[in-house]
């Protein structure tokens, strides 16, 4: 029995938790569906496979840039409190609940492929880190109700199972808004936040113009270079705090940044916002290589192994569609966990007992960054506000209450992060603590009817029927264009009627 969770286990952490190796995979068996030869096989999965491990390495640089920012906001604010990180509990959890996860995850993944071949929920979830944070949170919360057995396993494979086609079909009308086609689906656990700033874009931003066509003088015309404006905004948002850290902290700021003198601090800090830009072009490298393997590979498994499926990828890949976006909602969704926080301190926290969540940069900038491009897919510049700020408040609220579900199983320092493990955790979380293990079950059992039922009845009714969020907002800009069309052409004609005029006076 070791010996098959030992494999359990294997396949689990060392195939899908490796989302390199699963886009490969996957790659490789679309391309031999779509009967390429042997080198093309190959050469197709490794470069997808490389494309991923490209935009892994640009988000390490990422994390690696906002690390340090982020302990020092805090230590400047003075903010107490925790700082959601799904990799930190899922290994404080790893070793009592392991064995659990690791057959939730192996079951689950299966049952994902059953439903999408058999379902109208034609979704593959490929997102393998997202997948075992979810089935690490199942395993916990489920065996607290049904101890870690069968039972646990059973529910929590059909509940993961449930979650990865139907999280992607409820997010997919605003993901075809952003992506312009219907080739690939988001598949991440933080799509309430992705949905939500669609919506939030919709009602908001009707008149707005997108983030993308901010007009700038001619002498800055360099920030029309995402890359550059990008680089130069966590420059200026560098700087503000490390001046603020010097004022507040003197010397104790420095091991911050391993600086020695003010000016090493300072320029430390300059560094790692010009790190930050290099991380972020290295991603949108990553996602254009692996995604034009893996798209035209899918169309392989699509029509031979799950008809019809689409890939569910990771929040990054919409990043190229709207680059100022990621930047607005990033700094959009802090500002809003960080007026969460004031309103968790003030009152939730004295009144009902809810943790402090703080605001991490990382996720801020990967969920913020993705909830701003969808703001302004449907919302434009206004959009991306708006949307990036009510993500901030999601995955600041929802971990706080998921913390309370979970406060009773030695796990109080940390909770999971993103919007969806906040609301999923907390429904699973609260029917298995029911008292009645045969109520913990119908609970369990109705939510993922409900759950796979309206996920259902929204890719019928609506996906399917082609439904685009944003059609008032779209219609105005493209009336917009037409009117900027005919007076360039008006302004033409004018010109090419003045110099034949002057011809003829000559």
């Known amino acids: 029995m070791d010996g098959f969770v030992s494999v359990l286990q294997f396949i689990g952490n060392e195939f899908l938790n490796v989302p390199a190796y699963l886009i490969g995979i ?180 009707k008149r707005s113009r997108s983030t993308e066509e901010i007009n700038v003088p001619k002498g800055l015309s360099f920030l029309r270079d995402s890359m550059v404006a990008t680089a130069l905004s966590m420059v200026l948002i560098y700087l503000v705090f490390t001046v603020w850290g010097l004022i507040k902290l003197g010397a104790d700021a420095y091991p911050f940044l391993e600086a020695d003198t003010a000016g090493s601090f300072v320029m430390a800090g300059v560094m790692q916002a010009l790190m930050f830009g290099v991380g972020v072009a290295i991603i949108l490298y990553g996602v254009r290589t692996f995604l034009g393997e893996l798209i035209p590979a899918f169309q392989g498994i699509a029509s031979k192994v799950v008809p019809g499926a689409k890939a569910g990828l990771d929040i990054p890949i919409v990043f190229p569609y709207a680059q100022n976006a990621v930047l607005v909602g990033f700094i959009s969704s802090f500002i809003g966990g960080l007026i969460a926080l004031v309103v968790l301190a003030t009152w939730l926290n004295p009144v009902f007992g809810l943790a402090l969540i703080l605001p991490g940069m990382v996720p801020h900038f990967f969920t913020g960054g993705g909830a701003g491009v969808y703001g302004n897919a449907t919302g434009g510049r206004r959009g991306a506000i708006v949307g990036g700020f009510i993500n901030g408040l999601l995955i600041t609220f929802l971990p706080a209450i998921l913390m309370q579900v979970m406060g009773g199983l030695g796990l109080g320092n940390s909770t999971f992060g993103d919007a969806d493990f906040g609301w999923f955790g907390t429904l699973v979380g609260l029917s298995a603590q029911s008292g009645s293990t045969i109520v913990g079950i119908l609970l369990s059992v109705v939510l993922a009817l409900v759950v796979f039922g309206l996920a259902c009845a929204w890719q019928v009714k609506v996906v399917n029927k082609g439904w685009m969020p944003g059609a008032d907002r779209q219609k105005w800009l493209d009336a917009e264009q037409a009117q900027a069309k005919a007076r360039s052409e008006e302004e033409r004609v004018a010109r090419r009627d003045a110099r034949r005029a002057a011809k003829t006076a000559d």
Request: aromatic content about 8%; hydrophobic content about 60%.
């Open 26 to 205: 996957i790659v490789a068996v679309g391309l031999i569906a779509l009967k390429k030869n042997a080198g093309q096989v190959v050469g197709g999965a490794l470069k997808a496979a490389l494309g991923f491990l490209i935009l892994g390495a640009g988000a390490n640089v990422v994390t690696s840039s906002l690390t340090p920012l982020g302990d020092l906001v805090l230590a400047v604010t003075g903010a107490q409190g925790v700082v959601p990180t799904n990799e930190v509990i899922t290994a404080q959890a790893a070793g009592e609940f392991g064995a659990t996860s690791a057959y939730i995850l192996s079951l689950g993944f299966l049952l994902m492929l059953v439903l999408a071949r058999f379902s109208p929920l034609k979704y593959v979830f490929l997102t393998g880190h997202h997948m075992v944070f979810m089935s690490m949170l199942l395993a916990v919360v489920l065996s607290v109700g049904f101890g870690q057995g069968f039972l646990t396993v059973l529910v929590g494979a059909v509940l993961l199972a449930v979650m990865m086609v139907a999280m992607p079909a409820f997010a997919h009308p605003w993901t075809k808004r952003v992506t312009g086609n219907d080739t690939v689906a988001i598949g991440h656990f933080s799509s309430l936040g992705y949905i939500a700033a669609g919506a939030a874009g919709q009602a908001v931003g």
